[in-house]
């Protein structure tokens, strides 16, 4: 299995602070993604990364950025936090077929 | 704009019975991908398919794709309440990521 962490596993936070999710891989898979996951909307895309320093904007992206100094890591920011930011954050690497994508065990956002 | 639609969005069903979620997408997709998170956890994948036509199974799920039609279903057969969950398809038309359905939250009662 692709091994994928994701760090903090909790955060609260709060209105106007920064905030950085870190995600990483232990294999060298080019493709890296953000997902935000809220109630009644399933998963959507924040950002997502096809190699070091090479990264897009995804359905969801405002408010967010996001980088890649090494493949390993995947790291997402938020600049100012805001209460529409309280979510759940997925990571997820593209792994290749047959498999597809592989997701770390998310973060739980807060803020206050 | 691609969209994911999946039906029903929540489904109450009997131990025994057999049903079928349907995953409707809205421009050509040659993957689709069907995952089930439990509460509180990650998304486990379930099956990818590949190709028109393809057709997996595990246990009492199966899955089928039908890229035509722009269509993939989801059926459980005899189901018991370990498969409470809530599933969901996606698809990647590109390696830009998946855009996933709205999740079907399944509640399987004794």
Redesign the interface.
């Known amino acids: 299995d692709a091994g994928i962490t994701q760090s903090p596993r909790h955060k609260v936070t709060e209105t106007g602070t920064p905030v950085t999710l870190r995600c990483h891989q232990t294999e060298n898979h080019r ?1 890296m ?1 953000w ?1 935000r996951q809220d109630p ?6 924040i950002h ?1 990364s ?1 190699g070091v320093k090479d990264t ?1 904007k ?2 969801v992206s405002d408010g967010y950025s996001v980088s890649r100094s090494k493949t390993e890591d995947f790291l997402l920011t938020l600049e100012s936090a805001t209460s529409s930011q309280t979510s759940v954050y ?1 990571c ?1 690497i ?1 792994v290749g ?10 973060t739980r956002l807060t803020v206050v | 704009e691609l969209k994911v639609e999946q039906n029903p969005l929540f489904l109450s069903m009997q131990e025994g019975k057999n049903y079928t979620i349907y995953c409707n997408y809205s421009t050509t997709s040659d993957r689709l991908y069907w995952y089930r998170q439990d509460p509180g956890k990650s998304l486990e994948s379930l099956f990818v398919l590949l190709s028109n036509g393809a057709v997996k199974q595990e246990g009492r799920l199966m899955a089928s794709l039908d890229t035509k039609a722009r269509l993939s279903t989801l059926h459980i057969t005899a189901a018991v309440h370990d498969l409470s969950a809530t599933y969901f398809c996606a698809v990647d038309p590109s390696a830009d990521g998946l855009t996933f359905g709205k999740g079907t939250h399944l509640i399987i009662q004794p």
């Not at chain 1, 077929?97 to 998310?106: C, E, I, K, L, R």
């Open positions: 493709y993604y997902y009644g909307h399933g998963l959507r895309l997502y096809y897009d995804g359905e997925f997820a593209s077929y047959p498999d597809g994508y592989t997701f770390g065990s998310g």
